[in-house]
């Protein structure tokens, strides 16, 4: 198993880099799912970007990622299996996330172009559904594996030349 952050800068690292990932792949998802992907320029589509990642950012750090911790290690398990403490500390972020990020999306969608006629609630509800679909798998496969064997590379080195 790849190294995980252990000090606060650690954390801070760490995290830039799945949002990074994440905000990536689910806004590239939500931009071709909504059809915006041919009708906004590369200036819209990386400023959707940034403020996505400022906003995914600052709610794992302040709101999801200690709520997730404290449910997933407050679970009877092994916790000395790194491997059941990731799965079940990246369910609950994802869980966390898209509940907040989906939230966000919608409310966006409303104040910009609106939502074709249907209620936020159930815009909302669908956006959890289409997001948990890609989010928990995007997680699990891709970018939780690929960030913390990247973490891990810079977290070794760093140790080794110290």
Known sequence: M???PTTKREQVVF???MCFGMVTIMLLFNLYN????GKLSLMEILLQFVICFVV???VESILVGP????VAF???FDKSNKLVAVLTLSFFMVVGMVLVMSFYGVMTSYLTNGLGGRSILRSYGSAIGHNFL???PAQLLVVGPIVRAVFGNVVD??????
């Open 2 to 4: 790849s190294a995980l």
């Open 15 to 17: 995290g830039l880099m």
């Open 34 to 37: 909504s059809g915006m992907i």
């Open 56 to 58: 995914a950012f600052a």
């Open 67 to 70: 709520v997730a911790k404290k």
């Open 74 to 76: 407050s679970l009877p």
């Open 134 to 136: 890609l989010a928990l």
């Open 157 to 162: 080195r760093s140790k080794v030349s110290a």
